[in-house]
């Protein structure tokens, strides 16, 4: 069974722009998480998705978004970037909303210059 | 506001010997996580410990849950230098899959 897949793995971009990252929960897995992390603030929930629906959310600015598919592909958005940006950002799958078994993915590796 | 907070946050210790991180955390959860994470890599999952009084063990770790005390620990036996990588533990609170993470523990094993 393929785990948790993570597209771009690496990203360079620059302030002000906007970027979409995607992932690919487990096959079966309905339920997606997103976090943030860096050095400075270690790991931060972005927020959740099950069914097509965004359950919670962190407390981060409305830059941030995502959505998720009914395929439960998920990608998250951050519009008019800044430096602080930069950060590793996972997601996490499991098979329902509550599940105890999360799985992460690798990461994409945003980097804002 | 849930607040799980690990010490030590740094850790150098000698191959052999044997080591406690803690992991508090302020609110009542009967759902407590460890993960491992190498320089660079995603997390993986070590524990998770869903009740009070729970004790798992993998190799050389050990993880406990004393739920009445909102104290977890990952005690660390004969560490050898494979085991170097940063541990943290998380915390879901209300079974929806928003997960508090501590700040992590560095632990580097010197040969």
């Known amino acids: 069974k393929a785990g948790v897949t993570q597209t771009p793995r690496y990203l360079i971009k620059t302030r002000g722009q906007q970027v979409t990252l995607s992932c690919s929960p487990i096959s079966g897995h309905r339920s997606v998480s997103w976090y943030q992390q860096t050095p400075g603030q270690g790991l931060q929930f972005l927020f959740e998705?099950?069914?097509?629906?965004?359950?919670n959310k962190g407390n981060f600015p409305g830059r941030f978004s995502g959505r998720q598919f009914s395929n439960s592909r998920s990608e998250m958005n951050v519009s008019t970037l800044e430096l602080g940006d930069s950060a590793l950002y996972l997601c996490a799958s499991s098979l329902v909303r509550g599940d105890y078994e999360q799985y992460f993915g690798p990461g994409t590796r945003l980097t804002v210059t | 506001e849930l607040k799980v907070e690990q010490n030590p946050l740094f850790l150098s210790m000698q191959e052999g010997k044997n080591y406690t991180i803690y992991c508090n955390y302020s609110?009542?959860?009967?759902?407590l996580y460890w993960y491992r994470q190498d320089p660079g890599k995603s997390l993986e999952s070590l524990f998770v410990?869903?009740?009070?009084?729970a004790v798992k063990q993998e190799g050389r770790l050990m993880a406990s849950l004393d739920t009445k005390a909102r104290l977890s620990t990952l005690h660390i036996t004969a560490a050898v230098h494979d085991l170097s990588a940063t541990y943290f533990c998380a915390v879901d609170i209300n079974r929806d899959d928003k997960i508090i993470f501590g700040k992590g523990t560095r632990l580097h094993i010197l040969p």
């Open positions: 410990l869903l009740s009070n009084g």
């Open positions: 609110t009542t959860s009967d759902r």
């Open positions: 998705y099950f069914s097509e629906t965004q359950r």
